[in-house]
């Protein structure tokens, strides 16, 4: 009996090649992946500050404060390369609803030198552009708008940042701003001195002033005043303190994001019986209603004012004790 010898026909032959390429491909495009990801790479973090104009709104507690505020009509466009390596071929560009106009823009490179890589800028009634060949590790932009009228939604402008390395756009920061929003009538050298007889330690502060006060000096005086009254346990504070370190999304002040601090003491506060569910549902309403600074929706500096009005009212602190709080806040030139 004689065997006959089977070979594979063109068709199986043919498959046979595409299974093999494919899996060389993959194994080529795994590679170079790798390869890519693991070289530093540019960050580029943009972000968008604008004043949206005086608010009718008044703070109306216990606290003394006279409210003044920017009645120019302003957004400022900042981009920085955070990362440890250059990017090329920067296209920034941003757009105003047709009834705004730009009144005048103030251009900051940092450092001055950057200057030089600009390709293109052009400027028209509401749009601005422009592109730079290169942008350093370490160095930024910012472009100030000066406006015809405030912006008072995030759908009122849209802008873009685009680079040869990826599309930054979706990681902008955007805040709502208002200058000088607080000037405290009482004396801050009382709460100055307070500290020093006590030896308290000065709190960290972040460099960034809202309205003219710091929000982390100010979230770091209320954590450590319900420490000191007894609200929160040393565990509790040690849980808040973990919590708050390890979150890094959203705006960050000093490396704090400090609504993710808010909600995390609020809760703290309701479950060990401090301020109530409705206290706290008034506080939030308030923040979120107040105008000026406008964080995550929410103004922050009233925040954490209302949460000193719900402690006042409980009888958990005195007017001076809150009143220092805000006080330590104020920045050097308020």
Excluded at 20 to 32: E, R
Excluded at 37 to 53: C, K
Excluded at 286 to 315: D, H, P, R, T, W
Aim: glycine share 6%.
């Amino acid at each position: 009996m004689s065997t006959k010898e089977v070979r594979p026909s063109w068709s199986g032959r043919y498959l046979l090649l595409v299974v093999i390429v494919s899996i060389i491909t993959g194994l080529v495009g795994y590679a170079l992946r790798y390869i890519f990801e693991s070289q530093p790479l540019p960050n580029i973090v943009p972000l968008v500050i604008y004043n949206s104009g005086p608010s009718e709104r008044k703070y109306s507690g216990p606290f003394t404060l006279n409210l003044e505020q920017d009645t120019l009509a302003w957004l400022s466009l900042l981009v920085t390369n955070e990362g440890s390596t250059e990017d090329h071929e920067l296209e920034i560009e941003i757009s105003f609803s047709p009834e705004n106009i730009i009144l005048n823009v103030q251009k900051k490179y940092i450092p001055e030198l950057l200057r030089r890589y600009v390709v293109e800028s052009r400027s028209e009634m509401a749009q601005f552009y422009e592109r730079l060949a290169y942008l350093p590790s370490q160095s930024g932009l910012e472009y100030r708008f000066d406006l015809k009228q405030f912006i008072k939604t995030t759908d009122q402008f849209k802008h873009s940042v685009l680079s040869r390395a990826r599309n930054w756009t979706k990681s902008s920061q955007i805040r709502t701003i208002y200058s000088r929003l607080f000037v405290l009538s009482l004396d801050i050298s009382r709460c100055v001195q307070e500290r020093k007889e006590t030896q308290q330690p000065e709190v960290p502060r972040s460099g960034i002033l809202i309205g003219g006060y710091d929000p982390l000096v100010m979230s770091n005086e209320v954590f450590q005043l319900v420490q000191k009254k007894g609200m929160i346990s040393s565990s509790d504070a040690v849980e808040i303190k973990a919590i708050v370190e390890s979150y890094k999304e959203g705006v960050l002040f000093g490396g704090i994001n400090i609504l993710k601090f808010n909600e995390v003491l609020i809760n703290k506060l309701v479950l060990n019986r401090v301020v109530s569910v409705e206290q706290v549902a008034s506080i939030v309403q308030k923040a979120k209603s107040a105008g000026g600074v406008m964080i995550g929706e929410y103004n922050v500096i009233i925040l954490e004012v209302e949460l000193l009005n719900a402690l006042f009212q409980n009888g958990r602190i005195t007017l001076q004790e809150g009143q220092c709080v805000i006080d330590k806040a104020r920045g050097a030139n308020n």
